[in-house]
């Protein structure tokens, strides 16, 4: 079983930053995309930035120039960098992965969700 370990969620001013950090198990074998979505109360889930494997980037128009994502194959971490927060940034953040263990298809897997709160 994959295993996607979150942290660096919490309560920011605006115009504060937090830095979010996701550790997928060492048992995952291809990652093929790694990224966060976010879900604010009321709305639908959805994607803020996910790095693939060739290293391209894709960022949701609402945090362009603001949030970075960059990740560590080495460790089979992607991290989340967020400057310039905003309150409408409030939401539950979801790490997550696309790709395959050993022997099984691939698949989007999902970490628990951490909250960042950003207070006006």
């Known amino acids: 079983q994959v295993q996607l370990v979150e942290s660096g969620g919490g309560l920011v001013q605006a115009g504060g930053s937090l830095r979010l950090s996701c550790a997928a198990s060492r048992n995952i074998f291809v990652i093929n995309r790694m990224g966060w979505y976010r879900q604010a109360p009321g709305k639908q889930r959805e994607l803020v930035a996910h790095?693939?494997?060739?290293?391209?980037?894709e960022y949701a128009d609402s945090v362009k120039g603001r949030f970075t994502i960059s990740r560590d194959n080495a460790k089979n971490t992607v991290y989340l960098q967020m400057n310039s927060l905003k309150p409408e940034d409030t939401a539950v953040y979801y790490c997550n992965l696309y790709g395959r263990v050993w022997g099984r298809p691939e698949r989007d897997y999902w970490g628990q969700g951490t909250q960042v709160t950003v207070s006006s």
């Open positions: 790095i693939i494997s060739g290293g391209n980037t």
